[in-house]
T-cell receptor, first 117, second 108 residues
Framework: NAGVMQNPRHLVRRRGQEARLRCSPMKGHSHVYWYRQLPEEGLKFMVYLQKENIIDESGMPKERFSAEFPKEGPSILRIQQVVRGDSAAYFC???????????????FGQGTRLTVV | SQQGEEDPQALSIQEGENATMNCSYKTSINNLQWYRQNSGRGLVHLILIRSNEREKHSGRLRVTLDTSKKSSSLLITASRAADTASYFCATSGNKLVFGAGTILRVKS
């Protein structure tokens, strides 16, 4: 059972371009979370999705950022018109049920490191 | 707002010593989890403690939870150089909310 797969691992974009980050959850997991991490800092929650639904996007900037988790295929975090401040590591996690509550832990991918030049 | 706040921010110890990291949080929780992150890598789940539990052990790890003080501690006994990493606590409601982490460095 492969773990959470994120690609690409490293992504370089020029200011104004679009960045697409992909996350394939673990097999059997229908809940996906995206987090952002700046150097030397903790993880900041961005968005929580189930298949075809956004459950909680309270951590997502209102502009330029969007996320989806289609019925088929990976979850996508999309950043339009990237700026230097978007440079960070973006982590995806998945769990088999809601909210990583109870005895459910979240399984993390290795992250995508986005550099905006 | 961020839930978990770890202290210390950084901890440097000698191999064989114990390392204690603390986490405080603000609101009610279902459970509290500790994760480890090696430099440049993703997070690895270490241990989960439920809100009705006070202490839990896993190998060289010991976690305590005091819901009245809204705090938890992670103790790593007999530390090894390989324990060098960042350690995060995360509180769980409908999503995991992470603190800023403690950077642990174990010197051999």
């Amino acid at each position: 059972n492969a773990g959470v797969m994120q690609n690409p691992r490293h992504l370089v974009r020029r200011r104004g371009q679009e960045a697409r980050l992909r996350c394939s959850p673990m097999k059997g997991h229908s809940h996906v979370y995206w987090y952002r991490q700046l150097p030397e800092e903790g993880l900041k929650f961005m968005v929580y999705l189930q298949k075809e639904n956004i459950i909680d996007e309270s951590g997502m900037p209102k502009e330029r950022f969007s996320a989806e988790f289609p019925k088929e295929g990976p979850s996508i975090l999309r950043i339009q018109q990237v700026v230097r401040g978007d440079s960070a590591a973006y982590f995806c996690a998945s769990s088999p049920r809601q909210g990583a509550s109870g005895d459910t832990e979240a399984f993390f991918g290795q992250g995508t490191r986005l550099t905006v030049v | 707002s961020q839930q978990g706040e770890e202290d210390p921010q950084a901890l440097s110890i000698q191999e064989g010593e114990n390392a204690t990291m603390n986490c405080s949080y603000k609101t009610s929780i279902n459970n509290l989890q500790w994760y480890r992150q090696n430099s440049g890598r993703g997070l690895v789940h270490l241990i989960l403690i439920r809100s009705n539990e006070r202490e839990k052990h896993s190998g060289r790890l010991r976690v305590t939870l005091d819901t009245s003080k809204k705090s938890s501690s992670l103790l790593i006994t007999a530390s090894r150089a390989a324990d060098t990493a960042s350690y995060f606590c995360a509180t769980s409601g409908n999503k995991l909310v992470f603190g800023a982490g403690t950077i642990l460095r174990v010197k051999s």
